[in-house]
């Protein structure tokens, strides 16, 4: 096993190459065993290979879509904290076996020449047992040739990877709402590839890091379109977030349409609908809260799901990541649906609700209703964009002096609070902007107004950093300058491979003085970071006064 996609990788050590070993052992520090993140790899090898004959096929066939949304769902489930079931792998190894022998078949038929590639994935035979694909999952790994290629190419290959893994999710988002783009589908096999032929220049390895970016601003403007189209604009909306007396049902994750799914199927059977982390922004969609059975959301971010989910006195759906071990407690009482999976844990197929609706009439629920708090959400691109006359009046005249962006992943290792610090602080003539489930760390806090504007203004869920891009385009063209001039400062708290996409989409924009944190990428080495450093201006988190006094001193 090796692993360090995410925040919570083990650090500190280091081989002969000075590779960092990061969860190396019987098991990760995210729960993911040794079996299960081997077979992982392997599988990942085979989506590189049905990548391969897509793009070779694209041109004369077009895009094959089984492929396109394999693709797709197959690296969303290697995301971290998402799926966590050996044999769920197995059977997908064997799968993207058959489903790359298909295109291949396709391909000699239509080239003489065959096919020059040198790439071993696209003849292996994946074994028949586990155990056997555990052997041939070696060669598979990030890390398989660190005895002949330095960290810092391991390093820009694992960047590649992970991103493309972050742009999948989102994609597949899309794709599960009726939105997907043969464009999007050609790159993100394109990038596959590349990665296959095993690239060890730099500067190249580089390029194609920001290519992940831009392909995945495209992703993000489409999710967004999707979630529009579907759901309707986000509007401003007062959250309940304690609960009301009744039967109950708790949905985690991101995906939307599983939610649209649940509440449809709920909807006159006596039961409330609660959204927890990421799921929090639903609220604000007029087509989801529309659903009067929609009360309102419950707990924070998804490292609390242990103790949260626990006390939940109903089912519990976790629609994407961050599923960790379900605790005895309330393990027959949670489901996974979509890419998510847990071994022995009852997962949904087909949207089918109806055993999550059996176990929420059939356990307590609340028993009483809690005295009302509320938080205020739902500023996503049209609201802001039909407030920008105001924003850019407070600004020219002084009202508003700075714009902090804080948000992203949130996450248990120590320093977050790091966040809540830096909010706490930011000056009152300041707006904060927040997304994804950072926010949590602070957005149960009042911070007041500026001539009628919220300082807090909450833009969604992670991938709602596509408004974020959009209001500050809409700023630079308003003051005529570049984002970069702009008094806004980008502090970013990253976790797993969703922060990595975003990440690359900032830079492939040349947003400069990105601060990340808490910790940086286990996989960005010292020349790595110092590259970062020289052409954007990436700043590692310091302490958090020490950053917002730079922030304030480069505006």
Not at 11 to 24: E, P, S, Y
Not at 97 to 113: E, G, H, I, V, W
Not at 225 to 234: D, L, M, R
Not at 442 to 470: H, M, V, W
Request: with cysteine; glycine share 8%.
């Amino acid at each position: 096993m090796f692993c360090y996609q995410c925040e919570q990788t083990k650090r500190g050590i280091t081989d002969t190459n000075q590779v960092i070993l990061g969860c190396a052992a019987q098991s990760g520090n995210c729960g993911k065993d040794a079996t299960t993140s081997d077979l992982q790899d392997l599988f990942i090898y085979l989506i590189q290979a049905i990548a391969h004959y897509q793009v070779r096929l694209a041109a004369t066939n077009g895009i094959n879509k089984q492929a396109a949304e394999f693709i797709l769902y197959g690296l969303f489930t290697t995301l971290t904290n998402v799926n966590f079931n050996p044999t769920r792998f197995g059977t997908l190894i064997q799968e993207a076996a058959r489903l790359r022998d298909q295109l291949k078949t396709t391909f000699l038929a239509q080239n003489n020449n065959g096919d020059d590639a040198t790439y071993a994935g696209i003849s292996l035979i994946p074994a028949a047992n586990i155990e056997e694909m555990l052997v041939q999952a070696q060669v598979a790994s990030i890390i398989a040739q660190k005895n002949e290629i330095s960290p810092d190419v391991i390093g820009l290959r694992a960047l590649i990877l992970y991103g493309l893994k972050g742009v999948a999710a989102y994609a597949h988002h899309a794709f599960v709402l009726g939105y997907q783009d043969d464009v999007v589908h050609l790159e993100m096999a394109r990038l596959l590839d590349y990665l296959a032929t095993q690239p060890v220049d730099v500067e190249n390895l580089l390029q194609q890091a920001l290519a992940v970016g831009t392909l995945n601003l495209k992703v993000l403007a489409l999710l967004d379109h999707a979630n529009t189209t579907n759901f309707g604009e986000q509007q401003i909306t007062t959250v309940r977030i304690t609960p009301v007396a009744g039967k109950a049902i708790l949905v985690s994750g991101h995906d939307l349409h599983d939610l649209q799914q649940l509440l449809e199927q709920t909807k006159d059977q006596g039961v409330n609908v609660y959204t927890h982390g990421e799921m929090l922004p639903a609220n604000a969609y007029p087509g989801l809260k529309a659903y009067p059975h929609l009360v309102g959301n419950y707990g924070g971010a998804w490292q609390n799901q242990q103790q949260e989910f626990a006390a939940f006195p109903g089912p519990v759906i976790m629609t994407s990541n961050c599923i960790i071990e379900p605790q005895p407690s309330y393990r027959q009482r949670i489901f996974t649906t979509g890419p998510v999976g847990w071994p022995g844990i009852r997962h949904i197929q087909n949207n089918n609700f109806a055993p999550v609706l059996q176990v929420a009439q059939a356990t307590a629920g609340f028993k009483e209703t809690a005295p009302e708090k509320t938080i205020t959400i739902g500023f996503g691109k049209n609201t802001l964009f039909q407030a920008a006359g105001t924003v850019i009046d407070a600004v020219k005249s002084g009202a508003i002096k700075h714009f902090f962006l804080i948000g992203g992943c949130d996450g248990a290792v120590p320093g977050r609070n790091y966040y809540t610090e830096l909010a706490e602080s930011v000056p009152q003539d300041s707006v904060i902007l927040t997304l994804g489930c950072g926010k949590y760390r602070f957005n149960k806090k009042s911070f007041g107004t500026i001539g009628g504007i919220p300082r807090l203004l909450d833009l969604g869920q992670c991938n709602d950093a596509y408004t974020a891009i959009e209001i500050a385009k809409a700023l630079a063209g308003a003051f005529n300058c570049g984002v970069n001039a702009l008094p806004l400062s980008l502090m970013i708290s990253w976790f797993e491979q969703k922060a990595t996409a975003v990440f690359l989409a900032l830079l492939s924009l040349n947003v400069r003085n990105i601060h990340l944190g808490p910790t940086l990428p286990a996989y960005l080495t010292p020349n790595l970071l110092q590259i970062l450093q020289t052409r954007f201006a990436v700043k590692a988190n310091q302490s958090a006064s020490e950053d917002l006094a730079e922030a304030l001193r480069t505006a």
